[in-house]
């Protein structure tokens, strides 16, 4: 039984990650088995056509010796209307891409897996090898990108990007829950005005670390592609930010309410503020203070160096890409 060798090219980082988890991949009914090798290295950048990432992708099968490739990318793709894809094709020359943020950020390993399964078996049968691009639905294919560029991007992992500015919080936050001025400004406050200075406590950190570490992205051109690109880009920038800095505001209620339930007493605040105050009260207290120590500690400390705040951004790591592209390029 003849054997397919398989190439599966994946951009640094996550691609990687999950091409090397496919090591294993074989024909889904038993056919001609596949030797599959993974290499990582970039080979798209969000600012050329797909074809030219074809290009690339073909010139790595024939060097390797490879009978077809498949590439994995973080990168949105669109064709020349504008429409975002999930995956192309090129039959003649058995090369294909594959977008993982259009795979909508959950499930993405299995995901992958079904998908390359499925653009390797349509490759490896000559009867199969028909021109075959999916399209994603404009409106709801263009959120479930959003959405896949956001949990690619991992938010959870800004916190420890952010550690300097959440202990700057939590050392505001512990002083200011003591600070008696702090308890009477807390209770004159209504839930309306919690909310507001929470959304803008979070917004304003946000806002802070878009500017100081340079994160938003401009097109090259006053193409619509760049500019849908741009938008993209920083729309998940934007939204990777929101949950990470939301996260750290979950993180510091949590400790300056523990702080309050050990240190208060209800009753030694309700003579400070002339009210009958219960534990219930010291929760309006925490939430208060997390908001005011947020906008203290994130504006205050100023932004990590931490490669986890620069990984947030897409264009960045665009720019990391290209760089390292060209690089590859200039050693060749």
């Given at each position: 039984?003849?054997?397919?060798?398989?190439?599966?090219?994946?951009?640094?980082?996550?691609?990687?990650?999950?091409?090397?988890?496919?090591?294993?991949?074989?024909?889904?009914?038993?056919?001609?088995?596949?030797?599959?090798?993974?290499?990582?290295?970039?080979?798209?950048?969000?600012?050329?056509?797909?074809?030219?990432?074809?290009?690339?992708?073909?010139?790595?099968?024939?060097?390797?010796?490879?009978?077809?490739?498949?590439?994995?990318?973080?990168?949105?793709?669109?064709?020349?209307?504008?429409?975002?894809?999930?995956?192309?094709?090129?039959p003649d020359r058995r090369t294909a891409v594959l977008s993982l943020p259009a795979l909508g950020g959950l499930r993405v390993h299995t995901q992958a897996r079904r998908a390359?399964?499925?653009?390797?078996?349509?490759?490896?049968?000559?009867?199969?090898?028909?021109?075959?691009?999916?399209?994603?639905?404009?409106?709801?294919?263009?959120?479930?990108?959003?959405?896949?560029?956001?949990?690619?991007?991992?938010?959870?992992?800004?916190?420890?990007?952010?550690?300097?500015?959440?202990?700057?919080?939590?050392?505001?936050?512990?002083?200011?829950?003591?600070?008696?001025?702090?308890?009477?400004?807390?209770?004159?406050?209504?839930?309306?005005?919690?909310?507001?200075?929470?959304?803008?406590?979070?917004?304003?950190?946000?806002?802070?670390?878009?500017?100081?570490?340079?994160?938003?992205?401009?097109?090259?051109?006053?193409?619509?592609?760049?500019?849908?690109?741009?938008?993209?880009?920083?729309?998940?920038?934007?939204?990777?930010?929101?949950?990470?800095?939301?996260?750290?505001?979950?993180?510091?209620?949590?400790?300056?309410?523990?702080?309050?339930?050990?240190?208060?007493?209800?009753?030694?605040?309700?003579?400070?503020?002339?009210?009958?105050?219960?534990?219930?009260?010291?929760?309006?207290?925490?939430?208060?203070?997390?908001?005011?120590?947020?906008?203290?500690?994130?504006?205050?400390s100023g932004l990590e160096s931490d490669e986890a705040i620069r990984a947030a951004a897409y264009s960045k790591r665009e720019e990391d890409r290209r760089e390292r592209l060209?690089?590859?390029?200039?050693?060749?």
């Amino acid at each position: 039984m003849e054997l397919v060798r398989v190439g599966l090219v994946a951009d640094p980082a996550a691609p990687t990650v999950i091409a090397r988890g496919m090591a294993d991949l074989g024909p889904p009914d038993g056919g001609a088995a596949w030797d599959v090798t993974v290499v990582s290295e970039p080979f798209t950048t969000g600012s050329e056509d797909i074809r030219t990432a074809m290009d690339r992708l073909w010139d790595e099968a024939r060097d390797r010796d490879w009978d077809l490739v498949v590439g994995l990318t973080e990168l949105p793709l669109h064709d020349g209307d504008g429409r975002h894809l999930l995956a192309d094709t090129d039959p003649d020359r058995r090369t294909a891409v594959l977008s993982l943020p259009a795979l909508g950020g959950l499930r993405v390993h299995t995901q992958a897996r079904r998908a390359v399964r499925s653009l390797v078996s349509r490759m490896a049968e000559p009867s199969e090898a028909d021109e075959h691009r999916v399209v994603l639905p404009r409106l709801r294919g263009r959120w479930r990108l959003l959405a896949g560029m956001v949990l690619a991007n991992r938010p959870w992992l800004l916190v420890p990007g952010l550690k300097s500015a959440l202990v700057a919080a939590l050392a505001t936050g512990a002083v200011a829950t003591i600070n008696s001025t702090v308890w009477v400004l807390a209770d004159s406050l209504s839930w309306w005005r919690l909310v507001i200075a929470s959304v803008a406590s979070v917004a304003l950190v946000v806002a802070w670390l878009v500017i100081d570490g340079g994160l938003w992205d401009r097109p090259e051109d006053d193409s619509p592609p760049a500019r849908e690109r741009s938008r993209l880009y920083n729309a998940s920038t934007v939204l990777t930010l929101l949950a990470g800095v939301a996260i750290c505001y979950v993180a510091l209620y949590v400790v300056n309410l523990a702080w309050a339930l050990f240190v208060l007493d209800p009753d030694v605040m309700g003579g400070y503020v002339e009210a009958t105050l219960g534990y219930s009260d010291l929760a309006v207290l925490a939430w208060f203070v997390a908001s005011a120590a947020t906008v203290g500690g994130g504006l205050g400390s100023g932004l990590e160096s931490d490669e986890a705040i620069r990984a947030a951004a897409y264009s960045k790591r665009e720019e990391d890409r290209r760089e390292r592209l060209a690089r590859d390029r200039h050693d060749e």
